[in-house]
């Protein structure tokens, strides 16, 4: 399976991308659903956090769940990759991001625990949608800090209206602050092949208001 070692656990500092994942109209569907119910979900309960914005709210809203955005069947569209066509099934968290003007994301990974233990039960997959704004620049990890030098080296992706950035959990990545007025959509993923995969990342059990197992209907 593309971008899986042979154990099927995610290859560390995996990258790749599908352009047209989403068509300009699907894409308009999710902006629309975000912009509606923006202010609905920034007023709901969550645990503080680092980030701000729709994006702070990623532990209470899984955005796959509301009725525009499910008849899109993204997840139907991810068993379709060749990263998930032979998965019979993923448990996935899903999140908006709205940055406007002088709003960005520093950098970071979506793995919260020590990697030591991510060296016993393995990596997961992230996913990132790109869906509207001038702004569509995403820095990727290229190159991971050597004992010669004390940094990572990072590359500028420029996302297209639709494209789906696909990478493993362990691979830094950030975006810039937006400089323009026109806010920047994006539509994040966190994708695990198994649930017990996503209980040992995030703690048992896992929260319906973050997690939904979807299978793969062509497996």
């Known amino acids: 399976m593309a ?9 560390s500092k995996y990258y790749t991308s599908h352009k047209e994942f989403l068509s300009k109209r699907e894409c308009d569907v999710i902006c629309n659903t975000l912009d509606t119910w923006e202010d609905h979900v920034l007023a709901m309960d969550s645990p503080t956090s680092e980030y701000t914005g729709l994006t702070a709210k990623f532990t209470v809203c899984n955005w796959l769940t509301h009725p525009d955005i499910e008849r899109l069947g993204i997840p139907d569209k991810l068993f379709n990759l060749p990263e998930f066509k032979d998965v019979p099934h993923l ?3 899903c999140w ?6 002088d709003r960005g994301l520093d950098t970071h990974t979506h793995e919260a625990i020590r990697p030591q233990i991510i060296s016993d039960i393995g990596h997961f997959h992230n996913a ?5 704004g001038e702004f569509n620049t995403t820095l990727y990890e290229s190159e991971p800090m050597s004992p010669d030098r004390y940094f990572n080296i990072f590359r500028e992706e420029r996302n297209e209206v639709g494209q789906l950035a696909l990478f493993s959990s362990d691979l830094e990545h950030s975006v810039p602050k937006n ?6 959509y994006s539509m994040a993923l966190d994708i695990y092949p198994t649930y017990g995969l996503a209980q040992h990342h ?3 059990p896992l929260s319906l208001k973050r997690f939904r197992t979807f299978r793969n209907r062509n497996a």
């Open 179 to 184: 400089p323009y007025e026109t806010p920047r």
């Open 96 to 101: 908006g991001n709205i940055l406007r003007h």
């Open 91 to 93: 448990v996935i968290q």
């Open 3 to 11: 971008g899986f070692n042979a154990d099927a656990v995610v290859s």
């Open 128 to 132: 990132n949608i790109y869906l509207r």
């Open 202 to 204: 995030n703690g048992h």
